[in-house]
C-alpha cells in the first residue's frame, strides 16, 4: 500500500508542478473592484450592451476595453474570485489548490477520452491564475498569418504587460538549464525578452519579485467601473436567439444563467443593433455554450434533445493539445522554487522548458516521506529496487521531502503545433459538466518526430557541463526513463519497449500542458472578425478560435486578443455612431 500510494501521491505533485504548477495567487493587497459580485445578488432580469460570457483570459481584457466605448458591459463567471482563496498567496503553496477536488475548485479536473489527465479553469482571470506564468508573444509569421494589424497588436500586448509581466529573478537552476541548452546547441542566446525567435531565451512571468501571480483579472483595473459589473458563480446554460422579419439569419438577443443557489436569471441586450453576446469561455467552454444554444452539428444535438438554429458541423472539430513529456531530475542540492522562466526554442518545432522545487503542505510532506521509507526498506520492489549505491539518494530524498521541499527539477519538451487534431462533444445538458474530449496524441507521425527529438534534447541538458551539478551521477537517464514510466502520470497503457524506445515512451507517458485550443476556429466557425457564423450580434474570442499554438504559450497573446478586438469594437461603435450622426 506505501508505495502505490506514494506513486498517487508523488505523481500529483508532480503534475502540479511540472507544467501548469497549479497553483493560484494574487498581491497582498487584493484589487478593491466595487463592479465584482456574487450572482446571487443579481436582478432576475438585466439589461446591457455587451454580455461576455466568461471572466476569463481573454474576457477581462476585453470588459475592461469596452467599459471605455460608452457602453454597459456584464461579464457572467461561472467560478469565483482569484482574491479570495488563502493558500494561493505563495508561488510555491501551488499544491494545496491541485488537492483541491471539490466542487468549486479553481481547475476543474477531467480526463480526456485519450487517457490523459488534464484541467480546465473555473476562477476569474481563466488560464492566467492556475498556469506556471510564463509570458511570450507570439511570433511575427503568426501574427502575419493571422491577419492582425501588426500595431495594433503590438500595442494591446504593452497595455498587458504594463499591469502582468515581469522580469522572473534567474537562480541557479534555471540558470544552469539555460546554459545547458546553449551548450548543446540551441542557440543563439537571446537574453531577456517577451518576443518569440529561435535560440534560448528568459522570457517574461506574470509572478512579480516577490512570488505573487498577476492575472488577467488584475486587467479589470483599466475598466470604467461606472460601465461595468462582474458576477461570479454564474454559470451561463445557453445563449437565447430569436428571429426577426426582414433579417435572414437568428440573432442573439439574451442568455439564460443560474447563480450559486441555483436560481434562473436572464441577461438581455438592450435594443441597438451593435449590441452583442460574446463567449470568452475557452476552448473547451465555447464549443460547448455553442452547441447548448443550438449551433453545432445538427445530429449530435438532437441527440441531446437541443433545438437546431444552425447546422454547424465544424462547432468542436479541430481540437488540439500540444503534448508534452518530461524528465524528472533528482538534485544532489537545494533547488530554488521556480516555474518556467527559461525556453528553448528550436528549429525542429519543439519547445524545451523547465521548473525547480516543489513546496509541499506540511500533511503530505510527511506522508510521502513515510511511504518513501517504505520503498526503501522494501529492497526487492521492482521497479524501484533500491540498490546499494543508489541509497544516499534515496535518503537524501526523504530528508528533503521531510523539510517540505522536493530536491529535483524537471525537464519538459513541448511540441509546437500540433498537427494532430480531435474534437469535442457533449456529455449531458449541463454546463458545468466538462464535455467529452478527444486529443489525438500524436495521431501525426510528424508530431511524434518532434517529440523525440524534444526528448533526446533533454538528454543533452541533463548530461552537459552546465547543468552537472544539479544531477547525480550515479542516477543514469535509463533510470530517469524508467521513473516517469512507473509513475501514474496519465491512465494510458505502459509498455515494456518504452524504456528503451524513445518513441514509445513519449506516447505512454504523454502529458497536457494545458495548452489546448480549437472547437471554434477562425474561418470554420466564426470570421476574421470573430463573429459567429450563420447568426447575428454574437462572437467567439479566446484560445478556441485559434488553429495552432502561438508561440511557445497562449496566455501572453490571449490576454493580448481581448485587448485587440475590444479596441477594434470600440472604433466600429464610434464609426457607426459618427455615421449616424452625420445621416
Not at 383 to 396: Q, T
Request: glycine share 8%; aromatic share 10%.
Amino acid at each position: 500500500m506505501g508505495f502505490r500510494w506514494w506513486r498517487r501521491s508523488f505523481s500529483g505533485a508532480l503534475l502540479s508542478w511540472m507544467f501548469f504548477l497549479l497553483r493560484i495567487s494574487c498581491s497582498d493587497k487584493a484589487p478593491d473592484f466595487t463592479f465584482v459580485h456574487e450572482a446571487t445578488s443579481a436582478p432576475l432580469e438585466i439589461f446591457y450592451d455587451y454580455i461576455i460570457v466568461g471572466g476569463g483570459t481573454a474576457g477581462c481584457p476585453l470588459a475592461a476595453t469596452l467599459s471605455h466605448g460608452g457602453a454597459k458591459v456584464l461579464v457572467l463567471e461561472r467560478g469565483g474570485s482569484p482574491y479570495t482563496n488563502p493558500n494561493i498567496t505563495d508561488i510555491g503553496n501551488f499544491a494545496s489548490v491541485l488537492l483541491d477536488k471539490s466542487p468549486t475548485s479553481p481547475a476543474q479536473p477531467f480526463t480526456s477520452e485519450d487517457g490523459v489527465y488534464n484541467a480546465r479553469a473555473r476562477i476569474l482571470g481563466g488560464g492566467s491564475a492556475v498556469n506556471a506564468g510564463f509570458y511570450s508573444r507570439a511570433s511575427t509569421p503568426y501574427i502575419k498569418e493571422a491577419g492582425w494589424n501588426q500595431k495594433w497588436v503590438e500595442q494591446a500586448y504593452e497595455w498587458v504587460e504594463q499591469v502582468v509581466a515581469f522580469q522572473p529573478p534567474m537562480l541557479e537552476w534555471e540558470t544552469a538549464l539555460r546554459d545547458g541548452l546553449l551548450e548543446v546547441g540551441v542557440l543563439p542566446n537571446n537574453g531577456y525578452t517577451f518576443n518569440h525567435s529561435y535560440g534560448t531565451k528568459v522570457g517574461g512571468t506574470i509572478f512579480d519579485r516577490e512570488g505573487h501571480r498577476h492575472t488577467a483579472a488584475d486587467l479589470l483595473d483599466y475598466a470604467n467601473p461606472s460601465s461595468i459589473t462582474v458576477y461570479l458563480h454564474a454559470i451561463v446554460h445557453k445563449v437565447l436567439f430569436r428571429r426577426i422579419p426582414g433579417m435572414a439569419r437568428p440573432q442573439a438577443y439574451g442568455v439564460i444563467y443560474k447563480d450559486a443557489n441555483g436560481v434562473t436569471h436572464e441577461a438581455y441586450l438592450n435594443s441597438d443593433s451593435k449590441n452583442e453576446i460574446i463567449l470568452t469561455a475557452g476552448a473547451i467552454g465555447s464549443p460547448q455554450l455553442l452547441m447548448l444554444s443550438g449551433i453545432g452539428p445538427g445530429y449530435h444535438l438532437q441527440k441531446h434533445g437541443i433545438q437546431v438554429v444552425v447546422d454547424q458541423p465544424l462547432v468542436g472539430q479541430g481540437m488540439a493539445d500540444n503534448p508534452m513529456n518530461v524528465l524528472l531530475i533528482p538534485s544532489p542540492l537545494p533547488v530554488e522554487v521556480s516555474l518556467v522562466q527559461v525556453v528553448g526554442i528550436t528549429r525542429f518545432y519543439t519547445f524545451i522548458e523547465g521548473a525547480s522545487g516543489l513546496s509541499l503542505v506540511y500533511p503530505l510532506a510527511q506522508r510521502l516521506a513515510k511511504s518513501f521509507r517504505l520503498i526503501l526498506n522494501e529492497g526487492n520492489y521492482e521497479p524501484f529496487k533500491v540498490v546499494p549505491e543508489a541509497k544516499p539518494i534515496a535518503v537524501d530524498t526523504v530528508n528533503a521531502v521531510v523539510n517540505g521541499t522536493l530536491r529535483a527539477g524537471v525537464i519538459l519538451e513541448k511540441i509546437t503545433g500540433p498537427l494532430s487534431r480531435g474534437h469535442l462533444e457533449l456529455r449531458n445538458l449541463d454546463p458545468d459538466d466538462t464535455p467529452f474530449v478527444t486529443f489525438n496524441y500524436f495521431k501525426e507521425p510528424e508530431d511524434l518526430r518532434r517529440c523525440i527529438q524534444g526528448m533526446r534534447t533533454i538528454i543533452s541538458v541533463i548530461n552537459s557541463k552546465a547543468f552537472s551539478k544539479f544531477r547525480y551521477k550515479k542516477m543514469p537517464i535509463e533510470a530517469l526513463i524508467n521513473l516517469m514510466l512507473t509513475l501514474p502520470i496519465n491512465s494510458r497503457r505502459r509498455h515494456a519497449n518504452a524504456m528503451f524506445s524513445l518513441e514509445q515512451f513519449c506516447i505512454d507517458t504523454v502529458m497536457t500542458i494545458w495548452h489546448y485550443h480549437g472547437g471554434c476556429q477562425v474561418g470554420r466557425v466564426v470570421d476574421k472578425e470573430y463573429k459567429v457564423l450563420g447568426v447575428d450580434s454574437l462572437r467567439v474570442v479566446d484560445g478556441s478560435t485559434f488553429h495552432q499554438t502561438p508561440g511557445t504559450n497562449l496566455q501572453a497573446t490571449v490576454m493580448m486578443l481581448g485587448r485587440y478586438v475590444g479596441e477594434r469594437i470600440v472604433h466600429e461603435r464610434y464609426l457607426s455612431r459618427r455615421s449616424e450622426e452625420k445621416n
